[in-house]
């Protein structure tokens, strides 16, 4: 890249917190339990990646900070050209018999997909985007955000009216995620995002017992795993998907550095 010290503004400016000391919240993955893990990935992404004009983000706590902020601040990217192929059909204009033909025909190519690939049907990605990532959370959201061209162009889009000078803000939980309790949303959110919501639904529900919801409980009562390990084995995955994030992200802005 001709002008590097704009591409570094630009990835630092992103929040990139490792704790909230006033809340004193700690992101789930930066704690002990994967301290060593982070170390040596450090280890092996300065082997693989290291750029002098990055240096500050191969130290011990740049590094800390990097996963902080593609955890914080990446937004998944999935597209998927078997959808799109299907809102095709649908388009198209057909005599009932052959409609019936056609829909019947990817109901089973569904099928079969999934059993072959299981949930992996999408192509996914996470990326850095400025302004979305300035979008506050909010339990019952004014936009969301999405990727309807299926490719890395991210679209905000109202879902109601917004009044001039009204804030805009996004849902950092899924449709599932924000149906569940006052306690179980702001345990997400404290573990991954570091913040304690006080969003109108959160201050609404402010007297709800601090207990995970029903439909927490009874998944956990159902799969008969202690709640210690079934949160072990999802702070594995998440760290997974972060260690994916991070290599991404940050072998992107090497790359575009070294150009």
């Known amino acids: ?14 929040c990139n917190k490792t704790a909230n000391e ?8 930066l704690g002990d339990k994967f301290k060593g893990q982070l170390e040596l990935l450090r280890r092996l992404f300065t082997e693989a990646l290291y ?37 095709a059909c649908d388009a198209l204009e057909l005599k009932p018999q052959d409609r019936e033909q056609l829909d019947a025909f990817i109901d089973q190519l569904y099928k079969d997909i999934e059993a072959a690939t299981g949930e992996f049907l999408n192509c996914e990605g996470s990326g850095l985007f400025v302004l979305q990532s300035c979008c506050n959370h909010s339990c019952v959201p004014n936009a969301e955000t999405s990727f309807p061209e299926n490719n890395f162009l991210l679209h905000v889009t109202a879902l109601e009216d ?9 849902s950092y939980l899924d449709c599932c995620q924000r149906e569940r ?8 959110l404290r573990e991954n995002y570091l913040f304690v ?34 949160l072990g084995d999802e702070m594995t995955d998440d760290f997974h998907r972060e260690i994916l994030k991070s290599s991404r992200n940050l072998e992107e802005l090497s790359w575009i550095l070294g150009e």
């Open 197 to 230: 919501c006080s969003c109108p639904k959160c201050l609404a529900e402010a007297d709800q017992p601090n207990v995970t919801s029903e439909e927490e409980e009874e998944e956990e009562e159902e799969e008969g795993e202690p709640e210690d390990a079934e």
């Open 51 to 87: 750029e002098e004009t990055l240096s500050q983000w191969f130290t011990p706590e740049g590094f800390r900070s990097l996963f902080a902020l593609v955890g914080t601040n990446g937004q998944g990217i999935g597209t998927s050209s078997l959808s799109q192929w299907v809102h």
């Open 181 to 188: 309790s006052r306690h179980s949303r702001h345990k997400i």
């Open 162 to 170: 917004i009044k001039p000078g009204e804030e805009i803000c996004i």
């Open 1 to 14: 890249a001709k002008d590097k010290d704009r591409w570094i503004r630009l990835f630092s400016q992103f």
């Open 22 to 29: 006033e809340e004193e919240i700690v992101h789930k993955l």
